[in-house]
């Protein structure tokens, strides 16, 4: 079976977007798909290029081939530099300030949740400890009861 990455039409009339695709290359452009990897908006400036570049890479690497644009769409994410052996395969992809303010903000979110998880396992770590000193010191004291039981 020959395997395609290629652009999937989506959107509105006049107002396209695409979907990157792993296809049959005998299907309809907007057929049935193997896998969807990535997204590609050319209305708004800059153009809005998302590709999942470990699938990308995987599905170069089993032989699929990409078309002229989607090729194009890789040369700027730095995935085909990648896939043939470049180590310093950067991306060229330009990134809006929504998208930037977007970014920042999840990477926000995900520190104050990594804190609370953080403080959470603390809390347990600490909760465990006083719960050993109780356990230590309750064996201490049933011992020297013990202890004064075995006296009288």
């Known amino acids: 079976m020959a395997v395609r990455i290629r652009l999937k039409r989506v959107g509105k009339i006049h107002a396209a977007q695409y979907r990157v695709v792993v296809v049959d290359s005998r299907k ?23 590709i999942d570049s470990e699938r990308a890479q995987y599905w170069l690497g089993v032989g699929a081939q990409p078309s002229d644009q989607v090729r194009n769409l890789l040369v700027l994410t730095g995935d085909i530099a990648k896939f043939n052996g470049k180590a310093d395969a950067v991306s060229r992809v330009i990134v809006s300030e929504a998208d930037k303010a977007a970014q920042a903000e999840q ?45 009288a």
Do not use: L, M, T, W
Request: net charge negative; hydrophobic share 40%; proline share 4%.
């Open 28 to 50: 309809k452009r907007d057929g049935r798909v193997i896998e969807e990897v990535g997204y590609y908006d050319p209305q708004p400036d800059p153009s809005v290029i998302r």
């Open 107 to 151: 990477a926000i979110k995900d520190a104050e949740a990594a804190a609370e998880k953080s403080k959470a396992a603390a809390s347990a770590k600490k909760a465990e400890e006083e719960a050993a000193a109780a356990a230590a010191a309750a064996e201490a004291e049933q011992a020297s009861d013990e202890a004064a039981g075995e006296d």
